[in-house]
């Protein structure tokens, strides 16, 4: 007699191309997230997955409003109240895409070459989220059943940084109640070796304004005895990185919790090869690259401070000889340890004002903020997730610590008090919020199977 | 009886407001030289000049092509070989200007308010090169002659430096021939203080490009080893400059002709209290006001160098978490003395090269260059003018030195060698290449009249 996570996984195979295409559908819809001109089309994915939600027969399934955009939501509790219920977060939302950024495709209609498929939002994580609404199909058509109680909470704010989250999650605890949220957002080095991230960088996102002239000026009239803009914003960003690239904002390192070498030693284990690191990225040499921490703790473990964008003045074809009236940056830290996102946010607006010249004026603006999380290995949850790599995937997996933040983690475990699993079903090079973003119909596959062994193995920890 | 240029001047009086009518159709043509999307509307310029001075009934007026975009020309050689011949040179080129700069009124619908017209182009240059072809106008439709023969030559190309102008000089030196040059594309301090140019700063204009990664990469991913290139771009425009705002490329300075006692004491005529030049500009505080030089000296008599445009990643609506493929800026520098405009790009080039580091790439590309110019006052042709603006404008002009670049100005004294007198029919704060750019109507009109006495100055000198 067959397993019913064996049904299931039959199952998945035999209604992998529709599968594919219910897929192909939500990657058709640019739900960005970021730009109000794309409110309808958020709300068109939400609708798109509430009906598919209601199709598959889960309960209480809804659109729920919150300040910004709405939360999807749907649940099969017919395990029953001894079986532990799980929390399936994902995002229906995504970052902006235009084809002149560099996309050989219409970024807006999946696109299959070798195998992937190439949309924005393919891995991120229209993608992986997915996978577990057709792990429970596959369940629910074969078995009638799931060995688990499953919620499917899914947000269309993560890539602005889930701003009405909290107050969401704090409104809604009752609804929400789980044993363990299981998040795929994430990913893996190579296909044979699969990741579960027990740790993940928080971040302050900023804007910095500089204004200078009451509006632009001719260079040749007035050049010589204003202060550029643009050059006082170059200065101004110079001054936050010290001669060795570490970041000369007084106190930001304060509250990062030094490595031991335990975690070094597991750390480890996942570190790139600086040949691997440039094949991956295509940068001709490392950053950095003389310091202490190796390339991996760089990248997962220790904090950083990058310039998001930048613009001033005339960047169309030919030459404008003026003085730009102003110029912008937005910056973002990632965060690690007890760093804590306001805090940074803090003491980088204070910095800035204090390196400013008096001629020119400046703003910084906190846009977003998520706080870093981190899980111990050691408990039946993510050995769980270990298990279903193994026989659902067919590998064993890693543990490792992402360099992403996905705020949602840290506000899920510290307001639910229950671990989140964070089991990656991309690639490291899928390319989310780069042009060209793809995602392997292979891992989609492989993905849902593990998924539909997580569920049992759930069900017998 | 009436001297010819007394009933020229009342012509111009009793056909102000069809004068004005014709600037406005001239204004409404968007002739934007440095975008390929406007060459139709420099073309629909281009024939426009050429059915008015049709019209005016010159003689061989005709449309010239160039590489780029062409030249109007027309003549009134009535005069005689006895009389001087007079070059007027202007252009019916503009740099751009889009609502959303700041524009409070479309900036191709010219709108009059408080005596002012406010289009681009008003005051650079289709205002004030009308305002040659109206003095002409005014003689031949009331004296049937005008004093002195004038030759009018109207380029499409000063905004994006005149690449094609020295050829077209060259191959038609016969045909341009005159004894002075007067170009009015310059301005006053205030409509009582007419000022004579007799000095322009030259240009070299320069865009640097920085690449890192192969692609936009997800700074959680990937930031902590990766040399963000925003940021390179700004450790390389950073170092342009030295601590005390001096430009910081080697030998930038070695051809800088030292401002004699005599020359300084000129230019001090025309200086600007912090006051003037804070309500001018609107800047907060003056930028190098602890240096040796004055504001005046600063802005038109020393070289600077000016980031125009700065690009880089995401500067749209929201946060997007991105590590930039690239970085961009557009700088130029003004010139004085014998700085040779290629010989400064050449340095600026091999010194940014030197700076690059090993972890990005950099592009430094010429866009274009001007040579600076200088005149002395004490010529015929510059008395000439100061005459006619006494008469003329009814005030004492000062002859001063412009801090701007029209390429044309050392090329046409290079290759004629012919003086260039700068009569300047615009105010300091007319805008021009900024939003809301106008002209007064009242200017236009002790324009018109000024030019009328120059060319009766001229054929009396």
């Known amino acids: 007699m067959m397993n019913s996570s064996d049904s299931a996984r039959v199952y998945a195979r035999e209604n992998a191309e529709r599968f594919q295409n219910e897929l192909f559908e939500m990657l058709r819809i640019p739900s960005l997230s970021g730009d109000p001109a794309h409110k309808g089309d958020i709300k068109r994915m939400a609708e798109w997955l509430e009906t598919h939600l209601r199709a598959l027969e889960l309960q209480n399934v809804q659109i729920m409003p919150t300040a910004g955009h709405p939360v999807v939501y749907g649940e099969w509790l017919g395990a029953g109240a001894d ?23 219409d970024p807006f209609e999946p696109t299959v070459q070798d195998g ?17 609404v057709k792990a429970l199909e596959a369940y629910l058509k074969t078995n009638g059943a799931a060995p688990v109680n499953v919620k499917i909470f899914l947000e269309g704010e993560e890539e602005i940084s889930s701003p009405n989250l909290v107050p969401f999650i ?24 699969p990741a579960i991230l027990h740790s993940l960088r928080g971040m302050t996102y900023a804007e910095i304004e500089v204004e200078g002239p009451k509006e632009d000026l001719h260079s040749g ?43 070094r030693a597991m750390i480890a284990k996942t570190d790139l090869t600086a040949e691997q690191f440039k094949q991956s990225t295509g940068v ?10 190796s390339i991996r703790e760089s990248i997962a473990a220790r904090p950083t401070l990058d310039i998001n964008g930048m613009w001033s003045g005339w960047s169309g074809p030919g030459p404008k000889t003026i003085i730009p009236q102003k110029a912008g940056a937005k910056i973002s830290s990632r965060l690690v340890g007890d760093q804590d996102p306001n805090d940074i946010f803090d003491k980088l607006k204070k910095y800035i004002e204090s ?43 890693v543990f490792t610590r992402g360099g992403g933040s996905i705020p949602v983690v840290a506000e899920i475990a510290d307001m639910m008090k229950i671990p989140v699993v964070m089991m990656g079903y991309g690639l490291d090079d899928d390319g989310l919020h780069s042009p060209n973003e793809k995602y392997s119909l292979e891992m989609f596959q492989r993905g849902i199977e593990t998924a539909i062994v997580y569920l049992e193995e759930l069900a017998n920890m």
Chains 1, 2 share one sequence.
């Open 170 to 193: 704090k409104e809604h605890l009752d609804l929400l109640k789980a044993d363990v949220c299981v998040i795929s957002d994430t990913s893996m080095r190579s296909i044979d070796e």
């Open 83 to 105: 079986k532990p219920t799980v929390l399936v977060y994902g995002h229906y939302d995504v970052v902006p895409a235009l084809l002149e950024d560099g996309w050989h495709t």
């Open 221 to 263: 009239l007035w050049g010589g005895a204003v202060h550029n803009p643009a050059l006082a914003l170059v200065e101004i960003l110079g001054k936050l990185y010290n001669a060795d690239n570490t970041i000369a904002v007084p106190g930001f390192y304060d509250d990062v919790v030094p490595l031991t070498e335990q975690e």
């Open 116 to 132: 992937k498929v190439y949309a924005r939002g393919a891995t991120d994580d229209k993608g992986q989220l997915f996978i577990h």
């Open 355 to 397: 390196i400013t010249p008096p001629t020119v004026k400046v703003k910084v603006s906190l846009l977003t903020t998520g706080k870093p999380a981190l899980f111990p290995i050691n408990i039946p949850e993510m050995q769980a997730a270990a298990h279903a790599y193994e026989k659902g995937w067919g590998a064993t997996p």
């Open 284 to 293: 001709p040499e490392i950053w950095g690259w003389d310091t202490e921490y």
